[in-house]
């Protein structure tokens, strides 16, 4: 027997039950599912990626072959002896122009092994391996084919044994925006984390497995994936609510606008009357079947309340980013945002006494009862939790916008009151005089306050801004950040990626940036789940941070159905400079700059038609210029911040830069 399949350390042997992304077989065409997307064959097939065909596909040089003992996903593996000259290879055909993403989760006895891709002849890209012992997934980026080109994926070997399992092909991101600035780490952090996101993006029509997970690693069957993105553990063949919401943005920087929508319309779909109105929990790559580890029968199955109002807020968000109208006009969409926030708030209402207010709760019994947080490590029995309440008040904020989108004032107006009723009540019977550990946090079903840390359902509150602006959410920000500094911080690197969103939306620039780079930095430890992998190989990380980024650090916030771009520097201390190029929102691309907190430029790069820039500035300034003239001194007060703004019209190919002083 070779080393390579002799040599690996026997912990290693928990990876054993990871995903097979098998995707094999010729593509057929995909029905129309919940998703509402006719399906399409895959434009460019890898047969056999998995290897559980053994080596159907593949071409193998002496010193290579097919294995069974240590796989990272199924029964199979291929492997390479060390030394050089030897080499594992298929060649696809393109049937069509494209440039796509090429994923293997790689493991290495030794330096200098190589993952390549070639097109016609000619090394397009490529990564030199480092000796890594545990599996790591490795991509090739952005490799452009014209139709009738030929393009060879291969494994070269090097100083020690590799062995490689489970590829994927992924569509390019429709959008590349590039960054630079005065700090090289943000600039790192960006284009790993937008290569990292975009490998995780299914190219529509391709078949795979459905069902799979750490207890079940050949799944139940396959299916024809329609598009979508992956939203969960990498070992499991679906994508969840959760990570979905969590996701959105960077997905929506990323121009993902047709996985975006096609995830969120399965989910409202899945939300029906036998569940009560829950969507379901998560879903298979087929935008169709509930993925089965989590979903047992109608009435059993994981179900958190926070979900159903996320996925309102995200869909909002969605339409700001694509200026999409089917948003507005689709009626499963439409539906699925007046149940959960109706009908899905009446039905589970029922422990708490909350007065003339609703209060969306959960059962205090467990994830397939129905939890009122998103805090599945705790034990309490939660009626409504932190989370819970304050997803709720942005599903109602959501829900007016997209109403007056709709040129509905009365429904907008309704969703207004509600709003600001929910907020007036958690402000009151919530807050009280506590602070800091002894703001409440949750109720029990048993009517009892709950203080403390909650990780979930004590950060979402500042988070979802239902906490009023002012010395009480600044001292609750403060303990957040200790206790997540701490002896309270999550094990998950995926609760923490939750934390650069809260200090951002609560202008903490300095705190957020230091928990992207938390975040970032330990992108090569262990996850907690030893099947998972690396923290960097989950996929909520890399998707988090892209959208921080933007969203965060560069203070943009789109509206593309009314060609209106918001922006406000929260550059860190010691980041002179940020600029964004290729920044896409709708049908148009930007460049946006910001000098400090006091200096932004906005270019309108393509596309035809103009926008109102929205530029802020935190403070009350005493004067404001476009383009070096005076204009006059406006200020607003949004969440307890004043702003200093000016809104100037830019047309395409012109450039606009506002400066306070």
């Given at each position: 027997?070779?080393r390579?399949?002799?040599?690996?350390?026997?912990?290693?042997?928990?990876?054993?039950?990871?995903?097979?992304?098998?995707l094999v077989?010729t593509?057929?065409?995909?029905?129309?599912?919940?998703?509402?997307?006719?399906?399409?064959?895959?434009?460019?097939?890898?047969?056999?990626?998995?290897?559980?065909q053994?080596?159907?596909?593949?071409?193998?040089?002496?010193?290579?072959?097919v294995a069974?003992?240590?796989?990272?996903?199924?029964?199979?593996?291929?492997?390479l002896?060390?030394?050089?000259?030897?080499?594992?290879?298929?060649?696809?055909?393109a049937?069509?122009?494209?440039?796509?993403?090429v994923?293997?989760?790689?493991?290495?006895?030794?330096?200098?092994?190589?993952?390549?891709?070639?097109?016609?002849g000619?090394?397009?890209?490529?990564?030199?391996?480092?000796?890594?012992?545990?599996?790591?997934?490795?991509?090739?980026?952005?490799?452009?084919?014209?139709?009738?080109?030929?393009?060879?994926?291969a494994?070269?070997?090097?100083?020690?044994?590799?062995?490689?399992d489970?590829?994927?092909?992924?569509?390019?991101?429709?959008?590349?925006?590039?960054?630079?600035?005065?700090?090289?780490?943000?600039?790192?952090?960006f284009?790993?984390?937008?290569?990292?996101?975009n490998?995780?993006?299914?190219?529509?029509?391709?078949?795979?497995?459905l069902?799979?997970?750490?207890?079940?690693?050949?799944?139940?069957?396959?299916?024809?994936y329609?598009?979508?993105?992956?939203?969960?553990?990498?070992?499991?063949?679906g994508?969840?609510?959760?990570?979905?919401?969590?996701?959105?943005?960077?997905?929506?920087?990323?121009?993902?606008?047709?996985?975006?929508?096609?995830?969120?319309?399965?989910?409202?779909?899945?939300?029906?009357?036998?569940?009560?109105?829950?969507?379901?929990?998560?879903?298979?790559?087929?935008?169709?079947?509930?993925?089965?580890?989590?979903?047992?029968?109608?009435?059993l199955?994981v179900?958190?309340?926070?979900?159903?109002?996320?996925?309102?807020?995200?869909?909002?968000?969605?339409?700001?980013?694509?200026?999409?109208?089917?948003y507005?006009?689709d009626?499963?969409?439409w539906?699925?945002?007046?149940?959960?926030?109706?009908?899905?708030?009446?039905?589970h209402?029922?422990?708490?006494?909350?007065?003339?207010?609703?209060?969306?709760?959960?059962?205090?019994?467990?994830?397939?009862?129905?939890?009122?947080?998103?805090n599945?490590?705790?034990?309490?029995p939660?009626a409504?939790?932190?989370?819970?309440?304050?997803?709720?008040?942005?599903?109602?904020?959501?829900?007016?916008?997209?109403?007056?989108?709709?040129?509905?004032g009365?429904?907008?107006?309704?969703?207004?009151?509600?709003?600001?009723?929910?907020?007036?009540?958690?402000?009151?019977?919530?807050?009280?005089?506590?602070?800091?550990?002894?703001?409440?946090?949750?109720?029990?079903?048993?009517?009892?306050?709950?203080?403390?840390?909650?990780?979930?359902n004590?950060?979402?509150?500042?988070?979802?801004?239902?906490?009023?602006?002012?010395p009480?959410?600044?001292?609750?920000?403060?303990?957040i950040?200790?206790?997540?500094?701490?002896?309270?911080?999550?094990?998950?690197?995926?609760?923490?990626?939750?934390?650069?969103?809260?200090?951002?939306?609560?202008?903490?620039?300095?705190?957020?940036?230091?928990?992207?780079q938390?975040?970032?930095d330990?992108?090569?430890?262990?996850?907690?789940?030893?099947?998972?992998g690396?923290?960097?190989?989950?996929?909520?990380?890399?998707?988090?941070l892209?959208?921080?980024?933007?969203?965060?650090?560069?203070?943009?916030?789109?509206?593309?159905?009314?060609?209106?771009l918001?922006?406000?520097?929260?550059?860190?201390?010691?980041?002179?400079?940020?600029?964004?190029?290729?920044?896409?929102v709708?049908?148009?691309?930007?460049?946006?700059?910001?000098?400090?907190?006091?200096?932004?430029?906005?270019?309108?790069t393509s596309g035809?038609?103009r926008?109102?820039?929205?530029?802020?500035?935190?403070?009350?300034?005493?004067?404001?210029?476009?383009?070096?003239?005076?204009?006059?001194?406006?200020?607003?007060?949004?969440?307890?911040?004043?702003?200093?703004?000016?809104?100037?019209?830019?047309?395409?190919?012109?450039?606009?830069?506002?400066?306070?002083r």
């Open positions: 027997m070779t390579s399949r002799t040599t690996l350390p026997t912990a290693l042997a928990l990876l054993a039950p990871l995903l097979p992304l098998t077989g593509p057929a065409a995909a029905q129309d599912g919940p998703a509402g997307h006719p399906g399409r064959p895959a434009p460019l097939t890898l047969v056999n990626p998995g290897f559980e053994d080596g159907v596909g593949w071409r193998f040089t002496a010193g290579t072959g069974a003992n240590l796989p990272h996903g199924g029964r199979r593996l291929v492997y002896d060390a030394g050089a000259g030897k080499k594992v290879s298929q060649t696809l055909t049937r069509g122009r494209g440039s796509y993403d994923s293997a989760w790689i493991a290495a006895g030794g330096a200098r092994g190589r993952f390549t891709a070639r097109v016609n000619t090394e397009r890209a490529a990564l030199d391996l480092p000796a890594e012992a545990a599996y790591r997934r490795r991509t090739l980026s952005r490799i452009a084919l014209a139709p009738g080109d030929r393009l060879e994926i494994f070269e070997s090097g100083d020690g044994w590799l062995n490689a489970d590829l994927m092909l992924s569509p390019a991101a429709p959008a590349d925006p590039r960054l630079s600035s005065s700090d090289p780490k943000i600039v790192e952090m284009d790993w984390a937008k290569r990292k996101a490998s995780w993006v299914h190219l529509p029509g391709t078949r795979g497995p069902n799979v997970d750490e207890n079940n690693t050949g799944g139940s069957g396959t299916g024809t329609g598009p979508s993105y992956w939203a969960g553990y990498a070992n499991r063949s994508y969840y609510s959760r990570d979905t919401a969590h996701q959105l943005s960077g997905a929506g920087v990323l121009g993902l606008h047709a996985e975006n929508k096609a995830m969120l319309r399965t989910f409202a779909a899945s939300a029906t009357a036998e569940h009560k109105f829950y969507p379901v929990w998560a879903l298979n790559f087929d935008n169709r079947n509930p993925l089965s580890i989590d979903y047992r029968s109608p009435s199955f179900r958190e309340v926070p979900a159903p109002f996320e996925l309102v807020q995200k869909a909002e968000e969605a339409y700001r980013w694509s200026g999409d109208r089917s507005l006009t009626p499963v969409l539906d699925f945002y007046r149940h959960a926030t109706g009908e899905f708030v009446d039905l209402d029922g422990l708490k006494d909350n007065g003339a207010v609703k209060v969306a709760e959960g059962t205090g019994k467990g994830i397939f009862q129905g939890t009122a947080s998103y599945e490590q705790s034990d309490e939660l409504e939790a932190g989370d819970g309440i304050g997803a709720q008040y942005r599903a109602y904020t959501a829900m007016a916008s997209l109403a007056r989108a709709k040129r509905d009365a429904l907008a107006a309704a969703y207004d009151a509600r709003a600001r009723e929910l907020k007036a009540y958690f402000n009151t019977v919530w807050s009280g005089t506590g602070s800091g550990a002894d703001t409440i946090r949750g109720w029990t079903t048993d009517g009892r306050p709950v203080t403390g840390w909650g990780k979930e004590s950060w979402f509150m500042p988070l979802k801004q239902i906490m009023e602006p002012g009480r959410r600044e001292a609750y920000l403060d303990y950040d200790r206790q997540a500094s701490g002896d309270g911080r999550p094990d998950n690197i995926e609760a923490l990626t939750y934390l650069p969103d809260t200090f951002f939306s609560n202008n903490r620039a300095d705190t957020a940036w230091k928990w992207m938390h975040v970032y330990h992108k090569d430890a262990q996850h907690v789940n030893t099947a998972q690396a923290n960097g190989d989950y996929p909520e990380v890399s998707f988090s892209v959208g921080q980024t933007v969203e965060g650090l560069l203070g943009v916030t789109p509206d593309a159905p009314e060609r209106r918001t922006t406000q520097s929260r550059l860190p201390s010691g980041m002179d400079w940020l600029k964004v190029e290729d920044l896409r709708g049908r148009s691309g930007f460049s946006l700059r910001h000098d400090g907190k006091r200096r932004s430029v906005l270019e309108n035809s038609e926008w109102t820039w929205e530029a802020r500035f935190p403070g009350t300034w005493s004067s404001i210029t476009v383009n070096g003239v005076p204009v006059p001194v406006r200020t607003k007060v949004v969440d307890g911040t004043t702003y200093t703004y000016a809104t100037p019209s830019v047309a395409p190919g012109r450039t606009a830069a506002v400066e306070v």
